[in-house]
């Protein structure tokens, strides 16, 4: 059967940008987590540029804690983001990154768990399928592939699974107990990890309840898995959340040198 061809235009980008971030309290207590910058971006608007970059134009952000400072910050995307001219008093913006992108941003509670932000939000998702992520979460995962996967496997489910990336380096010993070699960080190869970047049919809102305060986790995915229908779409690319101010810290540097491995270009977006 030939795999069902599908517009990224067309599918919706769920992003949960409500939590406290309180791993991160150091920068969490006047900002959001998603708020928190890297470069002259928040990693909010990273991840919505790699979404972009595949043709995602539709994004619906799951609002929480401090969503007022969320908000505030798109009112004013293209003076964060574009490029200025001035001509007889006249101000006029170029080269937004966001010209053609539909932004939703809609208040689920301030201590809502995931499960139920997605549930709050079900009005705004109206296609077959939707895209569903972390505010915190950067990757390069081929996100066509995964679209491409999720629609041939044929499951309600799309999960993206991840190695997670190691802390310290890895020394190779020999028999006779030489180091042979001092590995820089790798991810650890030996496990899988729940990555975020899930792609679900429009089906599993079903599985999400308003009325109950429940995490998408907890309860929703465990459902799905036991009745066979998650599947797990398999990267061994790069990934990297953002819990810690050391994992600030790495996300930075790597943008800092021009080695961020989820920016696919100086001209991603909006071309």
Not at 24 to 53: A, D, N, Q, W
Not at 123 to 139: E, K, N, Q
């Amino acid at each position: 059967m030939a795999t069902q061809k599908i517009n990224a235009a067309d599918i919706p980008v769920v992003i949960l940008a409500g939590g406290r971030g309180t791993r991160l309290s150091e920068m969490t207590h006047e900002i959001p987590k998603p708020m928190v910058p890297i470069g002259e971006y928040p990693v909010l608007l990273h991840i919505m540029r790699y979404y972009g970059s595949y043709g995602h134009r539709k994004f619906v952000i799951c609002l929480g804690y401090l969503g007022r400072i969320i908000k505030d910050y798109f009112l004013e995307i293209e003076r964060n983001t574009s490029s200025l001219s001035l001509h007889a008093g006249k101000a006029r913006y170029t080269g937004s990154m966001v010209a053609d992108w539909e932004i939703n941003l809609v208040e689920t509670g301030a201590d809502t768990l995931t499960g139920t932000r997605l549930s709050r939000v079900r009005d705004y998702i109206t296609s077959d399928h939707f895209c569903l992520t972390y505010g915190d979460g950067v990757t390069d995962l081929p996100l066509d592939k995964e679209m491409e996967f999720h629609l041939r496997h044929g499951r309600i489910g799309t999960v993206a699974a991840v190695h997670p990336p190691a802390r310290f380096g890895n020394l190779d010993i020999n028999a006779n107990n030489e180091v042979r070699a001092f590995v820089e960080k790798q991810p650890l190869k030996h496990d899988y990890i729940n990555g975020g970047y899930f792609i679900f049919r429009r089906k599993f809102l079903d599985y999400v309840h308003s009325h109950q305060n429940e995490s998408l986790e907890g309860r929703s995915l465990t459902t799905l898995a036991q009745e066979g229908q998650l599947s797990a779409f398999q990267h061994c690319g790069f990934w990297q959340c953002m819990d810690t101010l050391r994992d600030v810290d790495v996300l930075r540097e790597m943008y800092e040198r021009g080695r961020a491995p989820w920016v696919k270009s100086k001209t991603e977006v909006g071309s």
